[in-house]
């Protein structure tokens, strides 16, 4: 049986986990490594994409900085989620707003002693990448559209940190990334819808707030159908291996979800609709592995003999 403090201690814990979103880091952190693997370096053994230094920093850099970025962002949004999510917000102030703002600051000049363990080149990354967040956090966040582009933006900067390393410039590499920017562009609209109230009663000028209802989800079919676009590609003009599966489940699952949309009407219907998106981009983390189950049977041979 836990002691009143050791409780305390625990849920403090929790707290911080819940407001670095670790499940978020965890699922980037897999993220780089299996696109590094299957998309980025095929050619390369397993032994030496695993066991590279230099990606490891890449990527512990990166998972440093997004961890700090969403204390800075729950830090300007403290009292927006106290109306938007009360569950979490109660949970979150667990931890003092002094207590996450030296969190950051930790975290931060963490990262960029990490990054420095790799190149010049990359604490220029990591440190425009810090200032990217904070100013999104203080500033453009209220700004419509911009806001959410710069967030995707932001989101997948630590695959572009992974790309530039490996310096694979081919043509499938921009497709991908331009499946995973549009069906995040859509996530971040949905989330705007789901949190109008918060938004509203702090000054938030977003989609939602200033177009209204219909015109928001007018443009979220919009990136939804353009979605649908490099999706067909990667099927048809691109090896894509057994992931094609995936790809031609995603464009069912979003007409399906151009449907609920245009049906829902409620908060908890936003809510369903962003889990959706979600997992859509969650299970796309681990079909990477489709790409080429060959070569991931012959990696896990090499990998038990060595």
Same mark, same amino acid.
């Given at each position: 049986?836990?002691? !009143? /403090?050791? !409780?305390?201690?625990?849920?403090?814990?929790?707290? %911080?986990?819940?407001?670095?979103?670790?499940?978020?880091?965890?699922?980037?952190?897999?993220?780089? &490594? %299996?696109?590094? @693997?299957?998309?980025?370096?095929?050619?390369? *053994?397993?032994?030496?994409?695993?066991?590279?230094? =230099?990606?490891?920093?890449?990527?512990?850099?990166?998972?440093?900085?997004?961890?700090?970025?969403?204390? @800075?962002? =729950?830090?300007?949004?403290?009292?927006?989620?106290?109306?938007? /999510? *009360?569950?979490?917000?109660?949970?979150?102030?667990?931890?003092?707003?002094?207590? /996450?703002?030296?969190?950051?600051?930790?975290?931060?000049?963490?990262?960029?002693?990490?990054?420095?363990?790799?190149?010049?080149?990359?604490?220029?990354?990591?440190?425009?990448?810090?200032?990217?967040?904070?100013?999104?956090?203080?500033?453009?966040?209220?700004?419509?559209?911009?806001? =959410?582009?710069?967030?995707?933006? $932001?989101?997948?900067?630590?695959?572009?940190?992974?790309?530039?390393?490996?310096? =694979?410039?081919?043509?499938? +590499?921009?497709?991908?990334?331009?499946?995973?920017? #549009? %069906?995040?562009?859509?996530?971040?609209?949905?989330?705007?819808?789901?949190?109008?109230?918060?938004?509203?009663?702090?000054?938030?000028?977003? +989609?939602?707030?200033?177009?209204?209802?219909?015109?928001?989800?007018?443009?979220?079919?919009?990136?939804?159908?353009?979605?649908?676009? *490099?999706?067909?590609?990667?099927?048809?003009?691109?090896?894509?291996? !057994?992931?094609?599966? &995936?790809?031609?489940? #995603?464009?069912?699952?979003? $007409?399906?979800?151009?449907?609920? $949309?245009? !049906?829902?009407?409620?908060?908890?219907?936003?809510?369903?609709?962003?889990?959706?998106?979600?997992?859509?981009?969650?299970?796309?983390?681990?079909?990477?592995?489709?790409?080429?189950?060959?070569?991931?049977?012959?990696?896990?041979?090499?990998? /038990?003999?060595?």
């Amino acid at each position: 049986m836990l002691s !009143r /403090k050791n !409780r305390l201690l625990l849920l403090k814990v929790l707290s %911080l986990f819940s407001v670095v979103r670790g499940y978020n880091v965890l699922i980037i952190l897999v993220a780089q &490594y %299996l696109a590094s @693997i299957f998309i980025l370096s095929p050619d390369l *053994p397993l032994g030496k994409i695993i066991f590279d230094l =230099n990606l490891f920093f890449i990527v512990l850099a990166s998972s440093l900085v997004i961890a700090s970025g969403y204390i @800075i962002n =729950n830090f300007y949004d403290a009292e927006k989620d106290l109306i938007n /999510k *009360p569950r979490k917000s109660m949970l979150d102030r667990l931890v003092s707003q002094r207590f /996450k703002l030296t969190t950051y600051f930790l975290l931060n000049l963490l990262a960029v002693f990490v990054a420095s363990y790799v190149s010049f080149r990359a604490v220029l990354f990591f440190s425009a990448y810090i200032f990217g967040i904070w100013l999104y956090s203080h500033k453009l966040k209220k700004v419509p559209f911009v806001g =959410n582009v710069v967030s995707v933006t $932001l989101s997948i900067a630590p695959f572009f940190a992974v790309f530039v390393y490996y310096k =694979n410039f081919q043509t499938d +590499i921009f497709v991908h990334a331009l499946f995973l920017f #549009c %069906l995040m562009l859509a996530r971040e609209i949905i989330k705007d819808l789901e949190n109008i109230a918060g938004d509203l009663a702090h000054g938030y000028r977003t +989609i939602p707030i200033i177009y209204g209802t219909v015109i928001s989800k007018v443009v979220i079919t919009v990136v939804v159908l353009l979605t649908l676009l *490099p999706s067909w590609l990667l099927i048809e003009n691109f090896n894509v291996g !057994r992931m094609d599966y &995936y790809f031609k489940a #995603c464009m069912g699952v979003l $007409l399906l979800f151009l449907v609920l $949309l245009w !049906r829902s009407n409620t908060k908890k219907e936003y809510v369903w609709l962003h889990n959706i998106l979600k997992l859509i981009i969650v299970f796309g983390v681990f079909s990477i592995v489709l790409i080429d189950l060959d070569l991931v049977i012959d990696r896990l041979r090499i990998w /038990k003999i060595t």
